[in-house]
């Protein structure tokens, strides 16, 4: 299992900007990909945005396409999240995940609160 942390989350305004960061307790290079989940209470969790280790490529969930930005530095074991334009409906609560088996996130962080207010 891998530890993950994450930080950032925080109340902003409709519009407003957060960068999300997920540090991870292992070197990331030794992982499949990382990716960002959200969750609101009473619904399923679900995926953000997601970046594979092996050539870089991204995923986004359409909602967010344009507007969020998931990066990665390997120097600093850590994953970003860029959110722009943020929206009430953005409002969750956002989990970091790991995939050490291929095609499977089964590490996750605790989770860290955004809260865009309209």
């Known amino acids: 299992q891998v530890q993950l942390a994450e930080s950032g989350g925080g109340l902003v305004q409709a519009g407003g900007s957060l960068r999300l960061s997920c540090a991870a307790s292992?070197?990331?290079?030794?992982?499949?990909?990382m990716g960002w989940f959200r969750q609101v209470p009473g619904k399923e969790r679900e995926f953000v945005a997601g970046?594979?280790?092996?050539?870089?490529?991204?995923y986004y969930t359409d909602s967010v396409k344009g507007r969020f930005t998931i990066s990665r530095d390997n120097a600093e074991n850590t994953v970003y999240l860029q959110m722009n334009s943020l929206k009430p409906e953005d409002t969750a609560i956002y989990y970091c995940?790991?995939?050490?088996?291929?095609?499977?996130?089964?590490?996750w962080g605790q989770g860290t609160q955004v809260t865009v207010s309209s």
């Open positions: 995940a790991a995939q050490t088996k291929w095609n499977e996130y089964d590490s």
């Open positions: 292992v070197r990331t290079v030794s992982l499949y990909a």
């Open positions: 970046i594979r280790w092996s050539g870089g490529v991204t």
